[in-house]
Structures are given as structure tokens and as C-alpha cells.
């Protein structure tokens, strides 16, 4: 995602991998989830900012982050959030269009050969053209 983002979207990415627990404040296999998942990355991907395991809030405003996450490895918003699972993913997004007024594109599939995306029933015609589009960039960047 993060590679994704920097490609299609000409961004440095600042990566939070969420969960309902920031730093060890709480301790729970999804938790656990997370943070395997957040060492994971930073042994592949060493040069990417990420910080985790971390809430939404701590994520989003870094004066909240400071308090609850002061070592964290940036300073400012994070721009991607990744989400612990599926159900969580799509109810954040589903929030982000219909609460935040958030233009949404996809789901975004990851990690495929060829790009595949989805498209919700609910998906407006702006949000069928605009992943029609981001489609046509990923298989740019394949050949």
C-alpha cells in the first residue's frame, strides 16, 4: 500500500498500523496481530515510516500521538492507515464517505499479479470512475 501510494500518488507515506491498543496499552491476540504485523514491515521495509500498534486518534493528531506515543518514528499525521481487518477497513471507509464527505476509490486489492479492484453496491458513478482510472495507472505500472 505504502509503495502504491508513493507511486500513484506521489507521496511520502507515514504508515499507521491501527488497533484498538497504542503501545502496549492493551494486551489481546488482535493486538498482538498488529504488532507482529507492524515488526514485520519494519524488518522489510526499513527505510518506511510506520508507526504501530496505534489508534486512529494517536495516528491522526500527532499532540495526541506525542502523549500516548512520544518515541514514535514521525511527527505529523500519518497519510495511510492500514486496518487490522476487514470488517474494521470497511467500516472506516464506509464512515470517511458518508460522515467525513470522503471522495472513496476501490477497495483497492494489494499484492496481486495484476491489478484487481471492487467497487461497493453502493459506490456512486464519481467512485466508479475514479477506480476505473486508478486501475488503468496500477496496470501502467505493471508492463
Do not use: W
Not at 492507515?81 to 464506509?94: C, E, Q, R, T, V
Not at 464512515?95 to 486489492?109: M, S, T, Y
Amino acid at each position: 500500500t505504502a509503495q502504491s501510494a508513493q507511486t500513484l500518488l506521489d507521496l511520502t507515506p507515514k504508515v499507521a498500523m491501527l488497533s484498538f491498543s497504542t503501545a502496549g496499552s492493551a494486551g489481546h491476540p488482535q493486538v498482538d496481530k498488529v504488532v507482529q504485523a507492524t515488526a514485520r514491515l519494519k524488518k522489510e521495509m526499513p527505510s518506511l515510516k510506520v508507526i504501530g500498534e496505534v489508534q486512529f486518534d494517536a495516528a491522526f493528531m500527532p499532540d495526541i500521538r506525542q502523549m500516548k506515543m512520544p518515541n514514535a518514528s514521525f511527527k505529523e499525521a500519518a497519510n495511510i492507515y492500514i486496518f487490522p481487518d476487514l470488517a474494521s477497513g470497511n467500516i472506516g471507509y464506509k464512515i470517511a464517505e458518508r460522515i467525513g464527505g470522503a471522495q472513496v476509490v476501490g477497495p483497492i486489492l494489494q499484492g496481486l499479479r495484476r491489478p484487481l479492484n471492487d467497487l461497493s453496491r453502493g459506490a456512486s458513478v464519481d467512485s466508479i470512475v475514479d477506480t476505473i482510472a486508478l486501475t488503468c495507472l496500477q496496470a501502467e505500472q505493471v508492463t
